[in-house]
């Protein structure tokens, strides 16, 4: 099952299970109501919240009839995912322009850079939080959440191997994947209320830098 929001993991491989969309759109008008339907699913998480979300209310709000988008989506969940996966995707678009930076002598200040920029992202779009925190609801959408982070990782894990030449590269991808889970969960915590986002943000930094600058010492050691 797919389309189910209690399905997480692959009976015969233990793998996690994706939840997908029913069908992507091809037509041009396909994917303005495809988009339309994303685009009202961020307003209504950061108006209501997810426990409030319902699909209803995202077709009104993208003036679509509910049929329209059941044809895309089985439920709210697998909605939330399509969001998930558009926000990792387009930050892997834009980690990809910097590859090739790493190593050189400025790596530390490619590393503030997109930690400013993923901050930015953070903090002057609130339906990134939300959606976020969605993907924690249920075991289907966790393990999805999974899946997204585990192809993002994939990424960074490339990016590592020429500042850490002599690590094995299963740590390298055990190491990818911390990265990426620490700067989510900092990034959650930098917009919570009553956090100071600046002050977060500047301790993510050390964090990253001091692992990252360690791990390098110890490959080349």
């Known amino acids: 099952m797919r389309d189910g929001a209690d399905t997480s993991e692959n009976a015969d491989t233990n793998e996690p299970v994706e939840l997908l969309p029913r069908r992507r759109p091809t037509q041009e008008r396909s994917k303005r109501k495809f988009d339309a339907l994303l685009t009202a699913s961020r307003e209504l998480l950061v108006d209501v919240g997810f426990e409030s979300f319902t699909c209803e209310e995202?077709?009104?709000?993208?003036?679509?009839?509910?049929?329209?988008l059941y044809q895309f989506f089985a439920n709210k969940y697998v909605i939330v995912c399509e969001l998930n996966r558009q926000d990792l995707k387009g930050v892997q678009r834009e980690l990809a322009e910097f590859d090739g930076e790493i190593p050189s002598i400025d790596w530390l200040r490619f590393l503030d850079d997109f930690l400013d920029h993923m901050s930015g992202l953070w903090s002057s779009d609130p339906s990134r939080r939300e959606v976020w925190l969605a993907m924690q609801s249920t075991p289907a959408?966790?393990?999805?959440?999974?899946?997204?982070?585990?192809?993002?990782a994939a990424q960074i894990e490339r990016m590592l191997a020429p500042l850490t030449p002599r690590t094995p590269r299963e740590r390298r991808n055990l190491m990818a994947e911390v990265l990426v889970h620490v700067v989510y969960s900092m990034l959650n915590f930098s917009v919570q209320d009553g956090q100071t986002h600046a002050d977060a943000v500047v301790e993510l930094k050390r964090i990253m830098a001091a692992y990252l600058s360690l791990a390098e010492k110890e490959s080349r050691r």
Do not use: D, K, M, Q
Not at 58 to 68: D, F, H, M, N, Y
Not at 144 to 152: C, D, K, L, S, Y
């Open 58 to 68: 995202v077709a009104s709000r993208a003036g679509l009839p509910i049929g329209t």
């Open 141 to 152: 959408t966790r393990a999805t959440g999974v899946i997204h982070e585990r192809a993002f």
